[in-house]
């Protein structure tokens, strides 16, 4: 999945994190929800067999200077 994502959007920050018992894929950094449901709507339709899965988490982030 990580590779279909960076093919369509190669600068996307990309996270792979195991929490027993998945591997959770978790994509950019977005500094509002505005931002992330975007995006995620953007994923959703171009994407839409993974449709299902996807969703925005909230969680800290650092901001490049």
């Known amino acids: ?3 279909e994502l960076k093919e369509y959007m190669p600068d ?3 996270y792979v994190i195991f929490k027993t018992p998945n591997w959770r894929l978790m994509v950019g950094n977005y500094r509002t929800m505005e931002e992330a449901t975007a995006a995620l709507r953007d994923l959703k339709k171009k994407f839409p067999v993974y449709g299902r899965e996807m969703f ?3 969680d800290e982030i650092e901001l490049a200077l």
């Open 1 to 3: 999945i990580e590779s």
């Open 56 to 58: 925005v988490v909230k």
């Open 12 to 14: 996307l920050e990309t």
